[in-house]
């Protein structure tokens, strides 16, 4: 039973410092910018990368994010050419997947299909939905 119970934690410690690992400096920033621990992040990351949606603290980690990111515009608005350069920059690592074949062409097609997500009520909610956009299609490849 001992045994059970060290190998149960010892794989919950490997799977947080995984996670850690698909973090980026901007993550970084925008918790400390907002006072949110890393394991708030975590319980906010489902399977396949999609992100909680309808949570107002976590939005706004979403929208400090994105500027950190320089993915969006003053007004709020992705810059196309931004989020398919973040997509071949960090999706195809996040999904394991840095040998597919015409990644640019992927890239495009996935930041074009995003960008027409329907618009959530507010800028967070928004971005949610973007992302999950993004993370539902290279979860799919």
């Not at 039973?1 to 973090?23: D, E, P």
């Not at 994010?65 to 608005?77: C, F, P, R």
């Not at 495009?108 to 299909?113: A, G, H, P, T, Y």
Request: with cysteine.
């Amino acid at each position: 039973m001992k045994v059970a119970v060290l190998v149960c934690v010892i794989l919950t410690l490997f799977q947080v410092s995984c996670r850690r690992l698909n973090y980026v400096a901007e993550d970084f920033i925008c918790m400390k910018k907002l006072g949110i621990e890393e394991s708030y992040l975590n319980d906010r990351v489902g399977d396949n990368f999609l992100l909680t949606t309808g949570d107002d603290q976590f939005n706004d980690f979403v929208v400090c994010w994105v500027k950190e990111m320089g993915l969006v515009d003053e007004n709020m608005q992705i810059i196309p050419s931004e989020l398919k350069s973040y997509i071949l920059k960090h999706q195809f690592n996040l999904f394991k997947k840095n040998d597919y074949p015409n990644k640019d062409e992927v890239a495009e097609r996935v930041s074009k299909s995003c960008l027409n997500t329907q618009p959530g009520k507010n800028d967070g909610d928004t971005m949610v939905n973007i992302f999950n956009c993004v993370m539902t299609q290279m979860g799919a490849l």
